[in-house]
């Protein structure tokens, strides 16, 4: 039985995708929290407009739960590998 070494073991190319796309929405997601809180106060009279900024938002999270499940199933696929992500790929995500 072969043995696979930390150094061999293929890190997805479409997980480094997932985790900046995932970083960057989640801080503009908590961003525009601060935006739409005011905005959805001053339309509330307006119940079409109020569920149609709702959909936004609530399309928005739905992506970012598929990015998180995205996440969750690279970083698996490296882990049932026995596979390691150097900490040099970690730090290329972080300064995009």
């Known amino acids: 039985m072969k043995t696979v070494l930390p150094a061999d073991t293929p890190i997805p190319r479409w997980l480094r995708f997932v985790l900046i796309s995932d970083r960057a929405g989640s801080a503009w997601y908590i961003g525009a929290g601060f935006f739409f809180a ?3 106060a ?3 009279p307006w119940p079409t407009v109020t569920a149609a900024l709702w959909a936004i938002i609530g399309l928005f999270g ?3 739960g598929l990015l998180g499940i995205a996440m969750a199933t690279g970083l698996a696929i490296v882990l049932r590998a026995n596979g390691e992500i150097p900490e040099d ?4 995500i972080i300064n995009y």
């Open 38 to 40: 005011p905005v959805l």
């Open 42 to 44: 001053v339309l509330s």
């Open 62 to 64: 739905l992506w970012l």
């Open 89 to 92: 790929y970690w730090r290329s």
